[in-house]
């Protein structure tokens, strides 16, 4: 076997990997504070891929502005998704079903929305800086490093806000107690709020990042969704660590199947994985853990 | 009147837990209220915190009715509430669980001079500022609850059961400090099963039986009372 191969393959997966932990962390984010499975999450991701895609295309806009154009929107759409949707069903009875088939709902209806309004074609996205770095050997496309770049940054800068700023505060008290945040003077129908303004930008930022690797399309979202669960489980529901260990640990075994086995073996590594969690270590890496 | 709970009506669903609840706190006073497990005294103390809505009655605090805005918005009039089993965030350190006490926007800027002032209080919550809450003893988590509730700087203290679960001499250091909390001015209602305890240090009280008020007056009387002793303080 190639070493040169299977470093590269890592690398790959590593990058891949930290879009998977991007994805995750906003999904456990949700669950962590609203006790919630969020199942149109990776419509959000979609929606952030559309934006990006037409506001490069149509709008001629420079990579930047269109990244944080649909980062805004997805904000914006998280905040009307829980607001109109969830919000009412928040404190009823049986919120753990209602939840999740009101984002399943949502999930159907945004795919079917940009099934119809954009057509099937896949839409691609020109890579956001050409070139290859050649570095001890290897070449790495600049895209990739932008990719881990920005996610690095991200998770860093999100994990000092959740430790440091005021909002921060309020979002973990809320996720561990919220009476006892209640009565502190947090409300936490506003970090509900919040919190999913912020986790569907995370998906939306990730989607921009993967948009030039695979391609635009009303179903770009399933996989990311489905992968971040596989995340989430082996991670430890809830958490925020968890999310990140988990996003490259998934990305690398998938690299390493396909290497090893086929790139079509790569989704039964996956979930031979959640599977062999689910029966050996159901918790996770970090147990359901609190924010 | 600073604090005044009039014939009010709490239900859990569809069984009803305070049936015609009335109590007033005077400015400066400690107001304890004595019952057994499960008579409606914590459930009371919810709903003067907005945690539980009404059905029946008012709470006013100050001349203004506490039944009529947010749960959040409570601490904001000077109320601080202290829950039953400390209710502290465990995976947070003592000095984040302090830092969500200082939540409210007039006590985020002063924030670290405040929890330091607290801590003033419990020194030995200073010793252990960067341990995690839920590692703390219950002697520890119980001073950490009240010095969240501090922080804030309230002037009336709502305090559920602090001597649940505490060894003798930790329960007389914590009734010690509530003391000197009032000696500082700030009013407090104190719900206790510890009758004894709490009469020690309370001006007045109220005995709520299955969600009745049945008895009030001076703590001297009730520490006299016939009833209140064979039932609570198994004389």
Redesign the interface.
């Known amino acids: 076997m190639n070493l040169k191969l299977i470093a590269e393959q890592l690398l790959n997966g590593i990058v891949l990997g930290s879009m998977y932990a991007l994805v995750a962390s906003g999904l456990t984010l949700i669950w962590g504070t609203m006790k919630m499975l969020n199942f149109a999450h990776g419509e959000l991701y979609m929606i952030g891929g559309y934006v990006l895609y037409f506001s490069l295309l149509l709008l001629g806009f420079h990579p930047f502005w269109g990244i944080l154009l649909a980062v805004f929107i997805a904000f914006v759409l998280g905040l009307l998704m829980e607001r109109a949707i969830l919000h009412p069903l928040l404190d009823k009875p049986e919120w753990h079903v209602s939840s999740i088939v009101a984002t399943l709902g949502v999930s159907i209806f945004l795919q079917n929305f940009a099934l119809k309004a954009w057509g099937e074609r896949f839409k691609s996205v020109p890579y956001f800086i050409e070139g290859t770095l050649d570095l001890l050997g290897f070449r790495v496309a600049y895209q990739r490093i932008l990719i881990l770049l920005v996610a690095a940054v991200v998770m860093v800068g999100f994990w000092i806000y959740v430790k440091r700023s005021?909002f921060g505060?309020?979002l973990?008290?809320t996720a561990?107690?919220r009476?006892?945040?209640?009565?502190?003077?947090?409300?936490?129908h506003r970090v509900y709020l919040i919190t999913f303004g912020i986790s569907s930008a995370l998906a939306a930022l990730a989607a921009t990042m993967l948009a030039p690797i695979f391609l635009v399309n009303p179903w770009m979202g399933i996989p990311p969704q489905l992968k971040a669960f596989i995340v989430v489980v082996l991670g430890g529901l809830g958490s925020f660590g968890g999310a990140i260990l988990g996003g490259f640990l998934l990305g690398c075994i998938e690299s390493l199947a396909t290497v090893f086995l086929s790139s079509e073996w790569k989704d039964v590594a996956a979930f031979a994985v959640l599977i062999a969690f689910l029966v050996f270590k159901p918790s996770g890496f970090f147990g359901a853990?609190?924010? | 009147m600073m604090l005044e709970i009039k014939n009010i009506d709490v239900f859990y669903g569809d069984a009803q837990a305070l049936w015609d609840v009335s109590l007033a706190v005077e400015e400066k006073e400690i107001v304890t209220m004595l019952g057994a497990n499960g008579a409606g005294k914590s459930t009371t103390l919810r709903a003067v915190?907005?945690?539980l809505k009404l059905n029946k009655g008012s709470i006013s605090f100050a001349g203004v009715r506490l039944d009529r805005i947010?749960?959040?918005?409570?601490?904001?009039r000077g109320i601080?509430?202290v829950?039953e089993g400390r209710?502290?965030?465990?995976?947070?350190t003592v000095m984040?669980n302090l830092?969500?006490?200082a939540?409210?926007s007039s006590a985020?800027k002063g924030r670290a001079s405040s929890a330091n002032e607290v801590m003033e209080i419990f020194p030995v919550l200073k010793e252990r500022r960067n341990q995690l809450a839920g590692t703390l003893s219950g002697g520890e988590q119980q001073m950490c609850a009240i010095a969240?509730a501090m922080v804030?700087h309230p002037n009336f203290l709502l305090l559920d059961e602090p001597s649940l679960g505490l060894a003798p001499v930790i329960v007389e250091r914590i009734f010690d400090v509530i003391q000197r909390i009032n000696q500082r001015g700030v009013t407090i209602l104190l719900v206790e099963q510890n009758a004894h305890t709490a009469l020690q240090i309370a001006h007045r009280g109220y005995v709520i039986e299955s969600g009745r008020v049945v008895t009030e007056g001076p703590a001297s009387r009730l520490l006299q009372d016939e009833h209140i002793k064979q039932a609570y303080l198994g004389l």
């Open positions: 005021r505060i309020a973990r008290a561990q107690d009476d006892a945040a209640t009565i502190l003077g947090i409300n936490s853990k609190e924010w | 915190s907005g945690l947010k749960p959040h918005q409570i601490i904001l601080s509430h829950p209710r502290l965030f465990p995976s947070m984040e830092m969500v006490g939540y409210v985020w969240r804030s």
